[in-house]
């Protein structure tokens, strides 16, 4: 806890390219080297990172698909406004892009937290402006605009794009009889611009560290295969770090066994749980682990594109993640300002970090491991019918219709 409170108290949202993000590199690399890890390195990399820098409201409720079709004739270059809730913000965002609207305005269906944020840009400045705001400040324009049959407004935002460099945290415990053979265990640092960032991504953070805290009194002959540990940079403002680390992976991608991302893994509100991401052989596995540690693991199988496990998804590299069961569905505080350091819950995260070092502890040691690197033929085949990645199709289709390298002339267009 000591940890987490410093990274949100002292050092701010850690968001990309602020001195927070900068400091909390410094600590976190301090951190696993204090565990004895070996080979504990800063891997920088640079990016296109953000800085703080019309037309009349649509509005499409949560945002699918049947909410776009009904306002289809009213939404080109108008500006649409969308509740947060159901599906994921870029999907909202993409289809708005789809539907020729000239803004996003993205708001919060939760009273009382405040504005909500979130990235709606994939490496490159967003095609159109988007903006999050409160509840309140929504169901305002969506009075004014039942009063007055419409509302005009004009985005207007100081944010700019400038070159930043960034730095994933990495460290390893080397393994003894396969030491080529590798079982990624990360989290990502860096909270939205507006939050603290407590519980996304730090509950999962202080799993990771915690880990590697434990697993590191197996180091010398304790380990057969090895463990890298990676705090990554920048998840929120596009899986940057994630993305640099599994480009790095070169010709090693079939020694990465798997690749645990712990996102937010210590939230509150459940018990422990694990997701695999469509990996239906590795489950007696896990079946075999609770059995022998005497724990009820609930298993799901799904795929999302929102997190870092994803670039290593692409990859074909099997990944999961510790998820909290029995939450209700939904971000609540997540991504506000409220994200802070007293909705923590030591016990969870306590939780997580014991069945995470429990079941890496026995993929790290397992006679034979149920896992296999994936072929680019079925990676493709997720992308284009799994239902977990309805966002991957709609970035297709966005690129295709603007042409991906005519996006900066778009963006200039809408802007001008
Ligand atoms: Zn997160």
């Given amino acids: 806890m000591a940890l987490l409170t410093t990274l949100c108290d002292d050092f701010g ?4 390219g602020t001195e927070g993000a900068a400091l909390a590199a410094d600590l976190l690399e301090e951190k696993f080297a204090s565990y004895g890890l070996a080979n504990v390195h800063k891997d920088a990399y640079d990016y296109d990172g953000c800085c703080r820098g019309g037309g009349n409201l649509v509005f499409v409720d949560e945002g699918v698909e049947k909410d776009f079709e009904k306002e289809k004739a009213r939404l080109a270059e108008n500006i649409v406004i969308s509740r947060s809730g159901g599906i994921h913000r870029m999907e909202k965002y993409d289809r708005a892009i789809l539907y020729d609207a000239n803004g996003f305005i993205f708001q919060n269906h939760y009273p009382g937290y405040g504005e909500v944020t979130g990235t709606v840009g994939w490496n490159h400045e967003a095609v159109i402006p988007g903006i ?8 305002f324009l969506h009075r004014l605009s039942r009063q007055n049959g419409a509302v005009r407004v004009r985005i207007k935002t100081t944010d700019a794009y400038r070159r930043t460099t960034a730095w994933n945290i990495v460290g390893e415990l080397r393994g003894t009889t396969h030491p ?11 909270g939205h611009d507006i939050t603290q960032g407590a519980n996304d991504p730090l509950s999962g953070m202080v799993v990771v560290t915690e880990m590697a805290r434990v697993l590191s ?3 010398g002959d304790g380990l057969a295969r090895t463990v890298r540990f990676i705090a990554w940079s920048n998840e929120e403002v596009g899986l940057f770090g994630a993305y640099h680390d599994a480009q790095g992976l070169g010709d090693n991608l079939a020694h990465v066994r798997f690749v645990w991302n712990l996102d937010s893994a210590g939230s509150p509100g459940g018990r422990k749980g694990i997701q695999l991401h469509r990996l239906p052989d590795f489950e007696p596995f896990i079946g075999n682990a609770a059995e022998e540690m005497g724990q009820d693991i609930s298993v799901g199988q799904g795929t999302s594109c929102y997190s870092d496990h994803y670039p290593y998804f692409l990859k074909g590299i099997p990944t999961g993640s510790i998820t909290t069961v029995g939450r209700p569905p939904g971000r609540g505080f997540g991504h506000t300002a409220f994200d802070t350091v007293d909705k923590t819950d030591a016990m969870s995260i306590r939780e997580a970090a014991a069945l995470g070092a429990r079941l890496v502890l026995r993929q790290l040691n397992a006679e034979s491991l149920p896992l296999q690197l994936r072929e680019a033929e079925e990676v493709e085949r997720f992308l284009q019918e799994d239902s977990g990645l309805e966002q991957h199709r709609l970035r297709e289709a966005v690129y295709e219709k603007l042409g991906k390298e005519n996006l900066r002339q778009y963006c200039d267009a809408v802007r001008a």
């Fill in 13 to 16: 949202s850690r968001f990309g």
């Fill in 132 to 139: 999050g705001i409160s509840y309140e400040t929504g169901e």
């Fill in 180 to 190: 080529e053979e590798v079982i990624i265990v990360g989290c990502h640092y860096d």
């Fill in 217 to 219: 009194a197996y180091a």
